[in-house]
């Protein structure tokens, strides 16, 4: 018996055992077609940028500083309120892959995170409705604000954000939609007392859930741009005839690694800038069919002279890798090639609300440079 078993290893060990498998009747030998990597997707898009990495070939691909300075670029394509549109050139994909993150977990922003309920006799939870209160984007700048300090109660206008809200549907009254503008910023702090100290007199002043020493109102970096709502217009929850509903909603500063209510963006992302090549002169006939298929509108026909007609590729940034382009058979892929510009992001943030998306872009910028130098110190 040894001697049987001796050549099944010798087979398994040389690689005939796959080849066995692979002879077997009904083992597929390829993937499916919908599976299969075609030619002109994003293939081999991690780069190896360390020192040394092709010292055998005698290659140096290390980052240089000089080169990074002469070829890096930001170019500001479309800037709104809340939304802004940037090509970030000159960089590897770790680099804008970094910006990403750190927009969407580690900017901090203002968010509720504590609710008080006196009453709520709507068919919404408590704990529902305190979700929904936390998810709605809160215009203050954070960076005014101190982060909270979890040891202690000290809750003052430091780094406390107080609304109260107050609604109730009378009993001869038709449904209402209780809407984010019915939360009222509260300068001065809480209004309901706390529950486990009470005053001894009637005429002390119950202690409320903070302790503001100042109203917020008079500071100064408050005073051209008061505290809100980014949206008033966003329905928490519905009252019947007789229901009510009475709370205080706190907010605090935050990041979106700990909820994703602190998040500034929704969403931030990118992509390779697209790179469409006609391989062959596409005329005539084919130039209008190629132009009709693109629903993107990436080719123009232009006249090149004696009744001909030519494509070109007029706008390469609207492709969106559809394919629908070299779909047709072999000849249309011979014509048209779809590739990615490795070192060029189109990079998209679409703010909350909280800041607008250049100053996001620019904290991002900051915590990254706050990291790479805490690197440097640990390293020195």
Known sequence: MPGEDEPMAEQSNTGLGLDYIMSLENVPTKLHPQ?????????????????????????????????????????????????????????????????????????????????YIANNTSVLKDEVLSHRLGLVPIRADPRLFEYPDNEG????????????????????????????????????????PSEDIKPNTASTKPKTFTSFSCSQDSLPEFSNDSIGLT??????????????????????????????????????WYRMLPEVVLLKDVVDEQAEELKDKCRPNVFDIEDIGK?????????????????????????????????????????????TGALPPEVLFAEAVKILEDKCQSVISELS
């Open 307 to 351: 009744g001909k007609r030519r494509a070109k590729v007029a706008r390469p940034r609207n492709c969106t890798v559809c394919r629908e382009c070299i779909r047709g058979g072999k000849e249309w892929e011979d014509r048209v090639s779809l590739r990615r510009v490795k070192n060029h992001f189109i990079f998209t943030i679409e703010s």
């Open 35 to 115: 599976l299969q990597i075609f030619n002109d997707a994003g293939v081999h898009t991690d780069t190896v940028q360390n020192s040394g990495a092709y010292a055998l070939s005698e290659a140096d691909n290390s980052v240089r500083i000089d080169s990074f300075r002469e070829n890096f670029k930001v170019e500001v394509k479309r800037l709104t309120d809340s939304e802004m549109e940037f090509d970030i050139i000159g960089v590897d994909a770790s680099i804008a892959n970094a910006f990403r993150r750190i927009l969407m977990s580690e900017v901090p922003t203002m968010a509720i995170e504590r609710v």
């Open 231 to 268: 949206y008033p217009d966003i329905i928490l929850s519905k009252l019947g005839p007789g229901q009510e509903i009475e709370l205080e909603a706190h907010a605090v500063k935050g990041i979106g690694k700990t909820h994703t209510k602190w998040s500034p963006v929704a969403p931030a």
């Open 153 to 192: 109660d000290d809750r003052n206008e430091k780094n406390t954000i107080v609304f109260g809200l107050h609604g109730r549907c009378e009993v001869k009254q038709s449904r209402i939609k209780v809407k984010s503008d019915k939360l009222k910023w509260l300068p001065n702090g809480s209004e309901f």
